[in-house]
């Protein structure tokens, strides 16, 4: 008798283990890859702050790495029992403060944007990516998806400008190989400007690949591009 209870009990226990485990490991299609421009983010009412290292390179910047269902919906806040912690990502952290910069105010070093972006997103993806990895991925994706040279090359620059979306758009996907999805927002006279740029990867975080499904938002036909 006492065998048989023993036996109930650990049963119990791996179903429960099981469940919980059920329960974090997520399902997801593919990431979407977001970089935004920091002059847009800065040029608004709002403003922006530059970080506690100082002011970021004029350069895009990562915004996150978000594990989305082909439908358009997506999980979020998957895992509550592993928070970030810092000292997982130590040998990334000049990489992140460089590639992946709060603007956000009040000024900080970080942590709080990074933070928020792996508890939010990163652990629906844990199941295919530790911490280390979901950020090491983004950085990765971030050094071979050079949106401002590609942009560049394309003679649209970075100074105040106004640019056709359909060039863009363009740009970015000859230069890539799938479509793009442009994401605007508003300087304090209400001109359109280019904002964010989302790029579709596989659930695997490595291979850019044809969005099943884009976002929704409206950019203007000719958008500015300014300068930072």
């Known amino acids: 008798m006492e065998a048989q209870l023993n036996i109930s ?3 119990k226990l ?3 283990q099981f469940l919980l485990a059920f329960c974090v490991a997520q399902d997801f299609d593919f990431f979407y890859f977001v970089q935004q421009w920091p002059g847009s983010y800065c040029d608004t009412d709002q ?4 970080p506690s290292n100082g002011k970021p390179a004029s350069d895009f910047g990562i915004h996150g790495l978000w594990p989305t269902n082909n439908d358009g ?5 998957c895992d509550s029992s592993n928070p970030f912690d810092i000292s997982k990502i130590s040998d990334l952290v000049s990489r992140m ?8 105010c009040p000024s900080s070093s970080g942590t ?3 933070s928020h972006e792996w508890e939010k997103h990163g652990t629906c993806s844990e199941s295919i990516l530790d911490q280390h990895g979901y950020f090491k991925s983004a950085l990765d994706l971030k050094d071979n998806l050079d949106l401002l ?4 090359s394309a003679g649209i620059q970075a100074g105040g400008g106004s640019y056709s979306l359909s060039s863009i758009k363009n740009a970015i996907e000859s230069a890539i190989g799938s479509t793009p999805w442009i994401e605007c927002n508003t300087d304090g006279s209400g001109n359109s400007q280019l904002y964010q740029i989302y790029i579709c990867v596989d659930a695997s975080a490595s291979n850019i690949i044809e969005c099943p499904v884009m976002q929704t938002g409206k ?10």
């Open 149 to 152: 040279q590609i942009l560049q």
């Open 219 to 228: 950019c203007s036909s000719s958008v500015q591009f300014p300068s930072f």
């Open 112 to 114: 709080t944007f990074w």
């Open 47 to 50: 403003g922006c702050c530059y």
């Open 14 to 16: 791996f179903l429960v």
């Open 73 to 77: 919906s997506y999980p979020s806040n």
């Open 9 to 11: 009990v650990l049963t």
């Open 97 to 104: 403060e460089q590639d992946w910069p709060s603007l956000a």
